[in-house]
Nanobody, 118 residues
Framework: VQLVESGGGLVQPGGSLRLSCAASGFTFSRYAMSWHRQIPGKERELVAAINSFDGSTSYADSVKGRFTISRDNAKNTVYLQMNGLKPEDTAVYYC????????????WGQGTQVTVSS
């Protein structure tokens, strides 16, 4: 099982990034996917989630209207489009897969750094 994030980097405030998470080794379409982020010394927080059966989404209040989560089951990939980035969005971003029928079964990626700074 692998989840490999990419697309992180350094961006100026107000800029955009698109994160990707490529999955392999499990049946991607059966898993709810989500993005989380973590700052050193703080707990990991949920940023956005997308379910596996109707594609419905949910977002943390801090990113609503700026971030968009999407998935492509044909490519086994989940995306996070981040617009209007703020310095407080700086964190390591992780993707997570959770089996829809048993949410105890989860997989995590290794994370990708996003830094928003001028």
């Amino acid at each position: 099982v692998q989840l490999v994030e990419s697309g992180g980097g350094l961006v100026q405030p107000g800029g955009s990034l698109r994160l990707s998470c490529a999955a392999s080794g499990f049946t991607f379409s059966r898993y709810a996917m989500s993005w989380h982020r973590q700052i050193p010394g703080k707990e990991r927080e949920l940023v956005a989630a997308i379910n596996s059966f109707d594609g419905s989404t949910s977002y943390a209040d801090s990113v609503k209207g700026r971030f968009t989560i999407s998935r492509d089951n044909a490519k086994n990939t989940v995306y996070l489009q981040m617009n209007g980035l703020k310095p407080e969005d700086t964190a390591v971003y992780y993707c997570k897969a959770a089996l829809r029928t048993d949410l105890r079964i989860v997989y995590w990626g290794q994370g990708t750094q996003v830094t928003v700074s001028s």
